[in-house]
Antibody, heavy 122, light 106 residues
Framework: QVQLVQSGAEVKKPGASVKVSCKTS????????INWVRQATGQGLEWMGW????????GYAQKFQGRITLTRNTSIGTAYMELTSLTSEDTAVYYC???????????????WGQGTLVTVSS | DIQMTQSPSSLSAFVGDRITITCRAS??????LAWYQQKPGKAPKLLVY???RLESGVPSRFSGGGSGTAYSLTINSLQPEDLATYYC?????????FGGGTKVEI
């Protein structure tokens, strides 16, 4: 079965960086794009960006441009999200999520990781 | 950027009720819309994609509809386990905006 297992909770100081991993199993890693979505406590979902694991191509929401980097290690089926220059506003649960194509060829999220809580506090 | 406006932000209903949540896009999204259910402390779960296609394993009391810029999620015969927050998301363009969510209380 498809699984996306994320790394554990992190506590960071303002100005620091965080790197969250997302280990996949149950499908061919390079065949499905990976998205990253975050959710502050009690708030809604915020899409951050996507990555094509085959080519390494990425796309980022304007809000995170310059601070976010999505990478992958295809040999171990793992995707990574690094966010730099952290502030308290970045305190949130971060999710990785797999894309799937619908009948028109457009891609949507079908499976989610369990989430990783990142707390930014001095 | 495409904006997604979801309503209501919360609702309270009884077991057995039929409820409808709506999502409006700021521009045409060609049925590229998904609905997700998120229970407290859990990751979201896919319910509907392509506006009206029910994901495998999702109970048939859930249904999606709409076209153009206006979409809806209907839950027929609401069950206690449907207590959750529901989100729409457009995937017609990037950034792939989510609606603000609808919290369903039973």
């Amino acid at each position: 079965q498809v699984q996306l297992v994320q790394s554990g909770a992190e506590v960071k100081k303002p100005g620091a960086s965080v790197k969250v991993s997302c280990k996949t199993s149950g499908y061919t890693f390079s065949s499905y794009d990976i998205n990253w979505v975050r959710q502050a406590t009690g708030q809604g979902l915020e899409w951050m960006g996507w990555m094509n694991p085959n080519s390494g191509s990425t796309g980022y929401a304007q809000k995170f441009q310059g601070r976010i980097t999505l990478t992958r290690n295809t040999s171990i089926g793992t995707a990574y999200m690094e966010l730099t220059s952290l502030t308290s506003e970045d305190t949130a649960v971060y999710y990785c999520a797999r894309d799937r194509q619908d009948y028109s060829g457009s891609t949507f999220i079908d499976f989610w990781g369990q989430g990783t809580l990142v707390t930014v506090s001095s | 950027d495409i904006q997604m406006t979801q309503s209501p932000s919360s609702l309270s209903a009884f077991v057995g009720d039929r409820i409808t949540i709506t999502c409006r896009a700021s521009q045409y999204i060609s049925n590229s819309l998904a609905w997700y259910q998120q229970k407290p402390g859990k990751a979201p779960k896919l319910l509907v994609y392509a506006a009206s296609r029910l994901e495998s394993g999702v109970p048939s009391r859930f249904s999606g509809g709409g076209s153009g810029t206006a979409y809806s999620l209907t839950i027929n015969s609401l069950q206690p386990e449907d207590l959750a927050t529901y989100y729409c998301q457009q995937y017609f363009g990037t950034p792939r905006a989510f609606g603000g969510g609808t919290k369903v209380e039973i």
